[in-house]
């Protein structure tokens, strides 16, 4: 015989499935009545006492964009009336008339959803406002020291903070948060000062052997070498090139580097670059390299009084197409170049990431996205004058009648059978 401990044990046991299987019948029969509760609730009901019978009747609710008409008799449903012209209701009612839409929008908001018969107007502050009480107001700037935690919106205030340590804010700004400060030793310099909430850290101790801001090929250069690009590059297009160039010949070694560390049109150009270094005691080398520094000094006659933020350099190298400069290559541009040389260096780095495309052209792009930056004028208008001024300078293309005279129909021959 089972003992009293076995008897136990097979009575909870079937207790405990008993309980199981009435749970479930339990949670069907819940789930089945809120089933049935949100089907009969729907459309929404209200009570209404029915003078003809002297009941008291569950008549549905009107629709957003409709008014109540007639209500719901023992023989017949409720009956809604659409809004009005100018006028709404935007939720499930039992009112005879509908809402008035706003007239009109207070000073500096602007229309961000029209009225209809089923929302009211619904206005917004305009760009770097937001609502306070019933005015559109600016929003705060942070200070230096003090970068942005949360950009302003047309609902709330920019909200600042101190920048931490490590971090810096050095101008006033409703959009800027703070930056970190520079890693001198991750450019190979030296600590000379540390920064503080207001200004970056200051490097220093750069090796000779690197070039303090470093531009491969001037906006310049790129106009005089560009003719020599093909559109369609044959596997040898480059040993053609070095073979077809006068003077001093630039070694195997060096195409070699050259093809392994630049895409193909940039090899051209660097090719070029190499080979006016290489023969620039040659009295037609040395007017090449006259009319080039001419035309640079030109360019930095027209940019050269730019000192533009970091906000505003990121917003530029923003509004170039094709792959973007990082962060990080505009922060150490900051610190190696000159304020006139800063957006040289940028064109030059966005360049080699885009040997496909010509740095005219995307900067001709940039200017027509640069007002959704809030981009000085000034500095557009220098920019446009130096797209007008590389455009119209007629030199470089004398310089495409010598070069292909230099390298002769060799060249010629390639450029045609690339076509």
């Known amino acids: 015989m089972p003992s009293s401990v076995e008897s136990t044990l097979c009575f909870c046991r079937h207790t405990y499935a008993y309980v199981l299987a009435f749970a479930d019948v339990h949670q069907w029969f819940l789930d089945l009545s809120i089933k049935w509760t949100t089907q009969e609730n729907f459309p929404p009901k209200y009570l209404h006492y029915d003078p003809e019978t002297s009941r008291q009747l569950m008549c549905d609710k009107c629709p957003p964009g409709t008014s109540l008409k007639q209500h719901c008799t023992a023989r017949r449903k409720t009956v809604c009336a659409p809004c009005p012209d100018h006028y709404y209701t935007d939720s499930w009612h039992t009112s005879d008339e509908c809402l008035y839409c706003t007239p009109v929008c ?17 206005c917004e502050c305009e760009e770097g406002r937001y609502l306070e009480l019933e ?3 600016k929003h705060r700037t942070c200070p230096p020291g003090f970068g942005v935690l949360h950009v302003g919106t047309p609902e709330r205030n920019t ?3 101190r920048c931490p340590d490590g971090f810096f804010s050095n101008e ?3 959009k800027a948060p703070c930056r970190k400060h520079t890693n001198c030793s991750a450019f190979g310099l030296l600590l000379t000062q540390k920064g ?3 200004h970056d850290n200051i490097c220093s101790g750069r090796s000779e052997s690197t070039e303090k801001c470093g531009i491969d090929v001037t906006l310049c250069e790129e106009a005089f070498f560009r003719f020599a690009v093909p559109t369609k590059f044959t596997p040898n297009w480059l040993s053609v090139l070095v073979d077809s160039l006068p003077g001093t010949k630039v070694n195997a070694e060096s195409v070699e580097r050259i093809k392994r560390r630049h895409s193909s049109q940039e090899q051209t150009f660097q090719l070029l670059k190499l080979w006016k270094h290489q023969n620039k005691d040659q009295d037609m080398v040395k007017k090449i390299i006259q009319d080039i520094d001419l035309c640079e000094s030109s360019v930095q006659r027209h940019i050269g009084h730019a000192n533009l933020t970091f906000e505003q350099l990121r917003g530029l190298m923003e509004s170039l197409p094709g792959k973007k400069v990082t962060t ?7 610190k190696a170049c000159k304020s006139s040389e800063q957006i040289l260096k940028l064109l030059n780095l966005w360049r080699i990431k885009n040997g496909d495309q010509d740095t005219l052209k995307g900067l001709m792009h940039a200017l ?3 007002k959704t930056y809030h981009f000085p004028k000034t500095v557009t208008q220098s ?3 130096i797209v007008r001024f590389l455009h119209s300078f007629t030199m470089y293309k004398l310089y495409q009648k010598l070069f292909l005279e230099m390298i002769g129909n060799q060249v010629q021959s390639v450029k045609i059978s690339c076509l």
């Open 368 to 370: 027509k996205h640069l």
């Open 383 to 385: 920019l446009k004058k």
């Open 135 to 137: 005015f559109c107001l």
């Open 172 to 174: 006033t700004s409703s």
């Open 106 to 122: 207070k000073e500096l908001q602007y229309v961000k959803q029209e009225c209809s018969r089923t929302h009211n107007r619904v």
């Open 328 to 334: 990080e290559d505009i922060e150490k541009t900051m």
């Open 196 to 198: 503080n909430s207001t």
């Open 159 to 161: 909200v600042c903070r």
